[in-house]
């Protein structure tokens, strides 16, 4: 008789606590974690597409989808959404390539990894106003965009704008 009152105690106890010690649980999990913010240089994407596939691909070529926006003088944007490659290379010059293409705009100097015109912006010595690019935030002048090599899911910025030379 005692132990059937010492069991059906136990069995009132983890009744209560069960739920109390879930509670304490999901509360401890979900009620802590911190929304994640997405990072200033993360620019909203829209809904452009382009694709490109290089030239003498195989099977196993990669294919990386990257996040490009292209922002000509005045803020306008000529091109922002996604990009698909497939290519041994994946080259940020090809991106830019197929989203110029896509939209049916001017281009000069892709290939050769300084790009001078795009739409209806060309580069501009007299205003040290120039086509450049970021890749997730890192400015790239060093490199010619026929030489930098993208990651899947990379954020391209390209801007038409003033250089300062210090």
């Known amino acids: 008789m005692l132990k059937n009152k010492i069991n059906k105690e136990r069995e009132k106890m983890r009744k209560v606590l069960f739920p109390v010690v879930l509670t304490v649980l999901l509360v401890a999990f ?4 911190q929304p994640e913010k997405k990072p200033e240089w993360q620019f909203e994407v ?10 003498e691909v195989s099977e ?12 000509g003088g005045n803020n306008d944007v000529l091109f ?5 490659v497939k290519s041994d290379a994946q080259l940020v010059s090809e991106a830019l390539k197929a989203a110029m293409t896509e939209k049916g705009l ?11 015109l795009l739409g209806d ?3 501009n ?4 106003t120039y086509w450049l690019y970021s890749v997730n935030d890192v400015d790239s002048p060093s ?3 026929n030489q930098y090599q993208m990651r899947d899911g990379d954020y391209i910025l390209w801007e038409y704008k003033v250089v300062t030379f210090d």
């Open 30 to 33: 979900f009620g802590c974690a």
């Open 46 to 55: 829209g809904t452009d597409v382009a694709e490109y596939e290089a030239p």
């Open 60 to 71: 196993w070529s990669p294919v990386f989808v990257v996040n490009l926006k292209v922002i």
């Open 80 to 84: 922002n959404g996604k990009v698909t």
């Open 106 to 116: 001017a281009q000069e100097g892709i290939d050769m990894g300084f790009v001078t």
């Open 121 to 123: 912006y060309a580069n």
């Open 125 to 128: 010595a007299e205003t040290n």
């Open 143 to 145: 490199w010619g965009c």
